[in-house]
């Protein structure tokens, strides 16, 4: 019976059209978004713990406004990907209660700590770098509200990027305590930045199908490779080495080549044994059951409001 349905649904992506949430869509097609959708939300909640860890001791008023508009834009990120996932007919309530129990991910990379202020501009101009370079292909993401979601998402990161390059600017140019402080952010902040991008293409159990979906437009080594190309002369001007020595440009590749990626320390991550996991995932849980009251009272105020339009 579904046939009449997937062959309009293969034939609305093949064009290039945005699937929208009334569409009849394949449930491995909901499910798969609704797996990504929620694990980059989780992503972004997450990830305001290492940065958030700064803002009682920013170094000046400038920064701490600059970093609590930062650590605000994530949670408002955070908002949009959960309703966006809500379209697919789950509830923000019970993605959050998949993170609590472990049955979601988050992004391995908000496992590792903050030790020192430099690691607010490493985060910034390496992580958040590392997610346009992710982000700006899911703006074209067949999924309609997962890409319009993506525009905005965007535009915010950009600002997140371009703070964290000042940040280290500033800090490289400084005393040379300042210099090796931002080095020593870079040196602990940049093979974790690529294990954002995935693990490689061969080993990538959703590439192929999310492709095919027109969910994922590069594979995880492409948008990688993107990624080192586009840091290397940032890194140059920044005054900064990038702790790899192997890197390089290759001309005839006309990209640069590096060095092996350890996928173990990934893997590690991945199943919980990163610096930070416990800490992260305990104060999540903690926060969630600090903010029960607010969610109750929220809820009866709506109802008290609608119940006075039914009255
Ligand atoms: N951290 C945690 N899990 C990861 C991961 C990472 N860095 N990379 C891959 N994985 C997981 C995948 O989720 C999948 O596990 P699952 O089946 O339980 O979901 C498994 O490893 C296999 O990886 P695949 O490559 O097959 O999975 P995907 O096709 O989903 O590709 C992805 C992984 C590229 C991260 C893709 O999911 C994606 O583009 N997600 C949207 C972007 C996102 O989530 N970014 C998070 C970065 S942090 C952020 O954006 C906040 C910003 O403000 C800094």
Redesign the pocket.
């Known amino acids: 019976a579904t046939g009449g349905y997937e062959r309009a649904f293969d034939a609305a992506v093949a064009a290039e059209e945005r699937v929208e949430p009334r569409d009849w869509m394949p449930d491995a097609y909901r499910a798969t978004l609704v797996?990504?959708m929620a694990?980059?939300a989780h992503?972004?909640i997450i990830?305001m713990q290492p940065e958030a860890n700064w803002i009682t001791r920013a170094p000046s008023l400038r920064r701490k406004a600059i970093l609590m508009a930062k650590v605000q834009d994530?949670a408002g990120?955070g908002l949009y990907l959960y309703s966006a996932a809500e379209t697919l007919g789950t509830s923000r309530d019970e993605l959050l209660d998949k993170l609590h129990s472990g049955r979601?991910?988050?992004?391995?990379?908000?496992n590792y700590p903050t030790l020192t202020w430099a690691d607010v501009g490493a985060i910034g101009w390496l992580?958040?770098g590392?997610?346009i370079t992710?982000?700006v292909p899911?703006c074209r993401c067949s999924y309609g509200p997962y890409a319009r979601a993506m525009v905005r998402i965007c535009k915010e990161?950009s600002f997140?990027q371009r703070q964290g390059y000042e940040l280290l600017l500033a800090l490289s140019r400084g005393t040379p305590e300042q210099h090796a402080m931002a080095q020593d952010a870079v040196d602990r902040w940049w093979w974790p930045s690529l294990?954002?991008?995935?693990?490689p293409d061969d080993e990538?159990?959703?590439?192929a199908q999310?492709m095919t979906w027109k969910i994922?437009r590069h594979s995880?080594d492409e948008l990688r490779q993107r990624f080192v190309d586009i840091c290397v002369p940032q890194a140059a001007s920044l005054g900064l080495t990038l702790p790899d020595p192997e890197l390089r440009w290759n001309e005839e590749r006309q990209r640069h080549d590096f060095g092996p990626i350890d996928w173990a320390e990934?893997r590690a991550?991945?199943k919980g044994n990163g610096p930070c996991n416990e800490q992260r995932l305990s104060q999540r849980r903690r926060a969630h059951e600090d903010g029960a009251w607010v969610r109750e009272a929220a809820a009866a105020y709506a109802a008290k409001r609608t119940g006075r339009a039914e009255g």
């Open positions: 797996r990504q694990q980059h992503s972004e990830g994530e990120h979601q991910k988050y992004s391995s990379i908000f992580v958040d590392a997610a992710n982000q899911l990161e997140h294990m954002m991008f995935g693990p990538s159990a959703h590439s999310s994922k995880n990934f991550v991945l």
